[in-house]
């Protein structure tokens, strides 16, 4: 047991292993990166709205079918998914990208490699989920 749980800090200590995400770190990215369109508290309204030609989603009802999309929102983030009002193909926030590497998987079990940054935000952007 002991040697098991050495085995884990050991690991979570090593570069490029996805560690849980944690959506408090992922709170100030999304304040840094996203509310001035998306707006403080995720809903689409910030001070950006009334110049972009559409509107921000509102980010707290991504829940609608009662799942949240954890990896279709990390393609939306990342720019696989790719947003003309993310920048298209030159991403407005490929700086995030280039944090230390993280993996999730997909529904059908498909490993999605992505930056630890990107998978906080979008554990921030569950727990405001409505
Ligand atoms: C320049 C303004 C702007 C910034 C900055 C921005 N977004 Fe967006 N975002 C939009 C707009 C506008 C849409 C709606 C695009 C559409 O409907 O085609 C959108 C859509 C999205 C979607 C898709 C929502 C859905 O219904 O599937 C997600 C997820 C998202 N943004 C997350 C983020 C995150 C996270 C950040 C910060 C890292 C961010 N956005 C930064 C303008 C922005």
Known sequence: MRSVLKLAAAAAMLPGLALAADPRAGRALFQENCAPCHGATARG?????????????????????????????????????????????????????????????????????TSQAVLDIAAFLETVQE
């Open 45 to 113: 309204d910030g001070p950006m709205r009334d110049i972009l030609s559409v509107a921000p989603a509102d980010l707290t009802r991504l829940s609608e079918d009662g799942v949240f999309p954890m990896t279709d929102v990390v393609r939306r983030i990342d720019g696989r998914d790719m947003l003309l009002a993310h920048g298209g193909p030159m991403p407005l926030f490929g700086y995030i990208l280039e944090d230390r590497s993280a993996v999730i998987d997909d529904p059908d079990g498909t490993p999605i490699f």
